[in-house]
């Protein structure tokens, strides 16, 4: 199965194509332009580098979420144009579960910590172990605070190994209580599109008009007309 995968869900933006399991190449930028100018460029250069014609393409792959919400539509939104043009179908992956595939290499029974900065000292995160060579899912996508984040890995016991934009947040959190842990580094602590891609593997592929971002919680704007709301009723 050939995968043209997409990750904007945070400052990092990059796109992949994996064949059967096997990277054929990616692009990755963490420079801080808007998403909406380069993830479309990146793909259309990522296939042409690689002499991939669109037409060979079985399904385009996009985190969905949790994560920013600016990210996350603009990725939906790159995919389902894809798709759509291409006349592919498209898959939608959590992109904690995405990321957790930057632990892959931990080996087998590893603990890997999933996460994001979600402000208001809150993460997403998700929690997985290393079966047969992939992550397996122990906990559902979440945001939590930091606290409750230290108090389940107490529990757990190990050393987690943290990813994600978020991990020197929770990281920083944990050393305060001498909690133990490692933190990726390089590239293995950023989302990145092969692991949407690896994760995409275990999807299910459907039209793109099915395809629709996962926030988790409600964005700040929605927030506040909530309060508002809820402060003229009272």
């Known amino acids: 199965m050939l995968i043209l995968g997409i990750e904007s869900s945070a400052k990092a933006a990059s796109c992949a194509l994996v064949r059967d399991g096997e ?28 002499g991939t014609d669109k037409s060979a393409l079985d399904a385009v792959a996009v985190a969905h979420g949790p994560g920013s919400f600016t990210g996350i539509r603009i990725g939906v939104a790159a995919a389902k ?24 290499g931990r080996g087998e029974g590893a603990l890997i910590c999933c996460c994001m900065d979600a402000r208001r000292s ?38 987690p190994f943290l990813v994600g934009d978020g991990a020197a947040l929770a990281g920083e959190y944990l050393a305060d209580r001498a909690a133990p842990h490692s933190l990726a ?36 704007a929605e927030r506040e007309r909530q309060a508002r709301l809820n402060n003229n009723a009272d």
């Open 122 to 159: 809150q993460v997403y995160n998700a929690l997985f172990t290393i079966k047969d060579g992939a992550p397996q899912r122990l906990v559902p996508d979440r945001a939590i605070s930091l606290e409750e984040l230290y108090a389940d890995l107490a529990e757990r016991g190990g050393e």
């Open 185 to 220: 580094s390089g590239i293995l602590l950023h989302q990145n599109a092969w692991g949407v891609c690896m994760a995409a593997r275990g999807g299910e592929p459907g039209p793109a008009g099915g395809l629709l971002p996962v926030y988790l919680r409600l964005s700040q």
């Open 23 to 50: 990277l054929l190449g990616q692009y990755f930028q963490c420079s801080g332009l808007t998403h909406s100018a380069t993830l479309l460029p990146m793909a259309e250069q990522l296939l042409a580098s690689t």
């Open 81 to 104: 144009g894809l798709c759509w043009a291409l006349e592919k179908p498209a898959i939608g992956v959590s992109t904690l579960e995405a990321m957790a595939w930057n632990g892959a």
